[in-house]
């Protein structure tokens, strides 16, 4: 089984390049993306040219302004960012099938087995470069047996044939480190590494990983800023210092983070990659030979697409919970109308029906060259399952064609009021009037299978207590004024008392504990009334509710 080979990927100068790829600026054009902060705007892109002015990552964008009066500077777009190298990673698989990304400006490619199909190592990476420069990307490429490896070799392999440690360097070190420390020839450096003349990759030979990285600086480990500073203290600069000092030391004073990075580097720890799974889109479009702007013709190409999306829905077994239908206008403006479901659903009648009712909000001024309908989120579908008597499974068909389930016309009426104005009631544990339910969104909930008998009678109506003009006193009632009116009763029942939470301070409940009656009236009407006993408020008589 052939060694495994890995190619790390970097794209120096990805944001600034995806801003000129986007406005077309000319290349010779010093660009920087910033991000805000709360000491100010501070670089997080920069592209070639810029570095040649001196600009670097980090770098106020007051300094970098000072230095370059000619900068374009453009507000960084992160998730668009990441969707560019999402998109830089898709493409990048025509190369590799293994391919992932690597954090913000990179990727990780694992071509064992790819190789020799483009005739070799150094052609398959000479291709990449290629491919590369036709999109404008600088790219620089490291090859090594692991991940770490790869990742280092290419963005730490050119800075450190540049800078190498010479002997003046070696003189300022602490003298502990000074007696360990060698001059080396660059000549030794560079037979550790192949190197090709415009040092855009370079390439470790299977086997030769420790030789070809200890004379790299320990940030080539992947390690936190405030870990290479520390090491930095202590004299241990390169990844070949660390390497010869004794574990357990390592150990104890960094944690195992850095043991962890450096078997990695070296292949004495496995390091997956995980490559990005394939994006499910489901968006489908059509294109008229001729503008069209009636609503028939619009409903006839609707239903053509809307035909093929549902399809592709049950093919993947999922259901759409939100639809976007654009309509691209001759002026190169775009209307589109957006409609939300109670439930996942791939039914081409019930996805229909809700889309018409908003086809007047397009807003069509001119003609439509182009519809275009897309499931925008998805979520698995789930068929019923039909169980019982043949009859039964016949009934539950016909109400799925009728198109007649609560999911369906709460997702009717939301298109029309919005689905948060849609609300049902659950049942709550406690002894509150008041707080015998919950309220929820009836979309993004299931209907309560159960609601628990009361302990006593309730009223079907509950309003916010009323005062009622009667004596002060928790005897029954034989009369009373409410409403501006007396009320004669004919009937009462009760008793029943109920406490307030006393590990709540509630306000509608300061008058204390309060006597529940049931009295029926010589009009009819049977009313729910009480008598508050006092607490932080006086006490007095109240009517809650309407029996039916």
């Given at each position: 089984m052939p060694n495994r080979r890995i190619i790390a990927i970097w794209l120096p100068y990805m944001g600034a390049e995806r801003i000129l790829r986007k406005n077309q600026h000319n290349s010779e054009t010093p660009i920087a993306v910033v991000v805000k902060k709360s000491q100010g705007e501070i670089i997080t892109s920069i592209s070639a040219t810029a570095q040649s002015e001196g600009l670097f990552i980090g770098q106020s964008l007051r300094d970098a302004s000072a230095i370059c009066p000619h900068l374009f500077v453009q507000t960084q777009n992160s998730h668009a960012e990441t969707q560019f190298l999402r998109s830089i990673c898709r493409w990048s698989s025509k190369f590799s099938p293994w391919v992932a990304p690597e954090g913000n400006m990179g990727l990780i490619m694992d071509i064992t087995g790819c190789s020799h199909?483009?005739?070799?190592e150094n052609k398959?990476?000479?291709?990449?470069?290629?491919?590369?420069?036709?999109?404008?990307?600088?790219?620089?490429?490291?090859?090594?047996?692991?991940?770490g490896a790869a990742w280092a070799v290419s963005r730490y392999s050119e800075e450190t044939l540049q800078s190498y440690r010479n002997g003046d360097a070696i003189e300022q070190e602490a003298r502990a480190t000074r007696s360990r420390s060698a001059k080396r020839s660059l000549k030794n450096i560079s037979n550790d590494l192949k190197i090709n003349k415009s040092s855009k990759y370079f390439i470790v030979p299977p086997g030769k990983i420790r030789q070809s990285i200890s004379?790299?600086?320990?940030?080539?480990?992947?390690?936190e800023i405030q870990t290479q500073n520390t090491l930095a203290q202590l004299?241990?600069?390169?990844?070949?210092?660390?390497?010869?000092?004794?574990?357990a030391s390592i150990n104890r004073r960094f944690g195992f983070n850095l043991l962890k990075r450096v078997d990695q580097a070296l292949g004495n720890l496995p390091?997956?990659?995980?490559?990005?799974?394939?994006?499910?889109?489901?968006?489908?479009?059509?294109s008229f030979p001729d503008p069209i702007g009636l609503k028939p013709d619009i409903i006839a190409g609707l239903d053509r697409i809307l035909d093929r999306l549902c399809s592709n829905l049950k093919k993947k077994n999922l259901g759409a919970q939100k639809i976007l239908l654009q309509a691209f206008q001759t002026n190169s403006t775009t209307k589109s109308i957006e409609v939300g479901l109670a439930q996942p659903s791939n039914s081409f009648r019930h996805i229909r029906d809700l889309l018409i009712v908003k086809l007047d909000g397009l807003d069509i001024q001119f003609g439509i060259d182009i519809?275009?309908?897309?499931?925008?989120?998805?979520?698995?579908?789930t068929k019923d399952k039909h169980i019982g008597h043949l009859v039964v499974s016949k009934n539950n068909k016909s109400r799925t064609e009728k198109n007649i389930k609560p999911e369906n016309l709460i997702s009717k009426l939301g298109v029309r009021i919005g689905l948060e104005s849609i609300i049902r009631l659950h049942p709550a544990t406690s002894n509150i009037p008041e707080k015998t339910y919950n309220v929820l969104s009836a979309a993004w909930s299931e209907p309560a299978k159960e609601w628990p008998k009361p302990i006593s009678y309730r009223p079907v109506q509950l309003w916010s207590p009323e005062i009622i003009n009667a004596p002060d006193k928790p005897n029954p009632l034989s009369e009373f004024k409410w409403r501006g009116k007396i009320w004669y009763i004919t009937e009462s029942r009760g008793p029943e008392r109920i406490s307030p939470e006393w590990w709540l301070d509630d306000p509608k409940w300061r008058s204390g504990v309060r006597d529940y009656w049931f009295v029926q009236c010589d009009t009819g009407d049977r009313l729910w009334i009480y008598y508050a006993h006092g607490g932080l408020m006086s006490s007095g008589w109240f009517c809650q509710g309407k029996f039916s």
């Open positions: 199909l483009f005739g070799g398959m990476i000479n291709h990449i470069l290629l491919a590369y420069d036709e999109l404008n990307l600088t790219t620089k490429i490291g090859c090594a047996d692991t991940v004379n790299f600086p320990v940030a080539a480990l992947r390690l004299g241990l600069r390169q990844i070949g210092d660390i390497i010869k000092q004794p574990r390091e997956p990659i995980s490559p990005l799974q394939p994006e499910l889109n489901f968006g489908v479009r059509i519809l275009r309908l897309e499931a925008t989120r998805t979520e698995m579908f």
